[in-house]
């Protein structure tokens, strides 16, 4: 199988303080990877290092083949990272967002195709025609997923996705990361609800004060631990540190 992503040793520090301790990893093409861990374990800041966001401190990262920090841009052509919000365009409409972003993309038929296609993701009716400032969180989160998967990226990077939605919306949302992992997009994504890993993950990492401390299938990880659920290996296993 491809080797979508590999984390080899990385680390981060903010100013002298290093959040992130050398972690290593890889992801397949076509997985569902999980990142699970308490507030402030490092996630995001791994994740925000994977998107090009931030820049790693030593260590590597390459996805499909390229490297972070030596070939940004050839990585940004193949991935997308699930912003929090929309940022300064809520007075958008959510179509004239799509549209705006998807300009960044590519232009002519090929643009209107994938602003179609964002606008099938986004599933929002006729709200779509609707400033995103009026959108519920809801709302908001469906139009971001459809901004990240619109351009058909090969690995869809994705932090808390369905942090704060209610249980249609958040089901709805996995169903789409489910769809896009079956046509071969890689998705690596964190999360505070380990229910919804243990469903969706075809491997999980969990992060324990920027180390990683575990990694596995879900069935791995509760055997190795003797637990009925991933919520009681995670006790288990920062209990055990
Ligand atoms: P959460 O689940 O709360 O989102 P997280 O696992 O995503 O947490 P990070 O946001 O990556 O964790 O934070 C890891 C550590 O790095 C924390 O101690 C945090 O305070 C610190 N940190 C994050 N961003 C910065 C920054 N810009 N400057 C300094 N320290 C930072």
């Known amino acids: 199988m491809t080797d979508a992503l590999v984390l080899k040793d990385v680390r981060k520090s ?5 959040a ?5 990893l890889d992801v397949k093409e076509g997985e569902i990877f999980g990142l ?6 490092g996630k995001t800041t791994t994740l925000r290092m994977i998107s ?3 820049r790693i401190t030593s260590g590597s990262i390459s996805v499909y083949g390229h490297d972070v920090t030596t070939e940004p841009e050839k990585v940004r052509e193949v991935i997308s990272y699930l912003p929090e919000d929309a940022g300064a365009y809520k007075d958008l409409t959510g179509r004239a967002y799509l549209e705006f972003i998807s300009k960044f993309y590519t232009t002519g038929e090929a643009q209107k195709e994938m602003v179609r296609r964002g606008i099938e993701i986004a599933d929002l009716g006729d709200r779509i025609d609707s400033k995103v400032d009026t959108y519920s969180k809801g709302m908001m989160r469906r139009l971001l997923i459809a901004r990240a998967i619109m351009p058909s990226p090969r690995l869809a990077i994705m932090d808390e996705v369905t942090s704060g939605l209610d249980v249609i919306n958040a089901y709805e949302i996995r169903e789409i990361i489910r769809t896009i992992a079956r046509n071969g997009v890689t998705v690596i994504m964190s999360s505070h609800n380990m229910f919804e890993v243990e ?3 075809d491997r999980v990492g969990m992060m324990d004060q920027g180390n990683l401390i575990l990694l596995g299938t879900p069935d791995e990880l509760k055997e190795k631990f003797g637990a009925k659920n991933l919520e009681e290996v995670f006790v288990k296993a920062v209990m055990k540190e």
Do not use: D
């Not at 903010?14 to 290093?18: D, H, I, S």
């Not at 992130?20 to 290593?24: E, L, R």
């Not at 699970?36 to 374990?41: D, E, F, V, W």
């Open 36 to 41: 699970l861990g308490h507030n402030g374990a």
């Open 52 to 54: 090009t966001l931030l």
């Open 14 to 18: 903010y100013g002298n303080r290093e």
């Open 20 to 24: 992130v301790h050398g972690i290593s």
């Open 199 to 201: 469903m969706l993950c």
